[in-house]
C-alpha cells in the first residue's frame, strides 16, 4: 500500500504561479511512475503531467507550456509548478502513483483545490 498527500494548493491570482508537491510513502520510490490529473467541477479527470522513472514527461494540452512535473527521489516527492495560471486552471489537482511492471498498482491522493482567482 502506498499512501499519497498533496500540498501545495490554494488561492492563487490570474497570472501567477503555483508548485504543489506529491509526498509517496514507500522505499523504492524511485521505480514508480507518477502523475498529475485534475477534475474541474461538472468535467472529466484530465491528465496534466505524467513523469516515468526513467523521467520521462508528457504533458496534457491543458497546462502544456504552462507546468513543469519533476521528482526528487531522496525526498519521495514529486512537483507540479505552475505558472501563468487562469481561471480556467481552478480545480481539484490529484497526485497518481503507479507501481510495478506487468501487474500495475495504481494510487491516488486525495486532492487538492486550487482556485485561480481572475
Known amino acids: 500500500q502506498v499512501q499519497v498527500v498533496e500540498s501545495g494548493g490554494g488561492l492563487v491570482q490570474a497570472g501567477g504561479s503555483l508548485r504543489l508537491s506529491c509526498h509517496a510513502s514507500?522505499?523504492?520510490?524511485?521505480?514508480?511512475?507518477l502523475g498529475w490529473y485534475r477534475q474541474a467541477p461538472g468535467k472529466e479527470r484530465e491528465l496534466v503531467a505524467f513523469?516515468?522513472?526513467?523521467?520521462?514527461?508528457t504533458y496534457g494540452d491543458s497546462m502544456k507550456g504552462r507546468s513543469t512535473i519533476s521528482r526528487d527521489n531522496g525526498k519521495n516527492t514529486v512537483y507540479l509548478e505552475m505558472n501563468s495560471l487562469k481561471a480556467e486552471d481552478t480545480a481539484v489537482y490529484y497526485c497518481?502513483?503507479?507501481?510495478?511492471?506487468?501487474?500495475?498498482?495504481?494510487?491516488w491522493g486525495q486532492g487538492i483545490q486550487v482556485t485561480v482567482s481572475s
Open positions: 514507500g522505499r523504492i520510490f524511485s521505480t514508480y511512475d
Open positions: 513523469l516515468t522513472n526513467g523521467r520521462r514527461s
Open positions: 497518481k502513483v503507479e507501481v510495478g511492471g506487468s501487474r500495475r498498482l495504481a494510487y
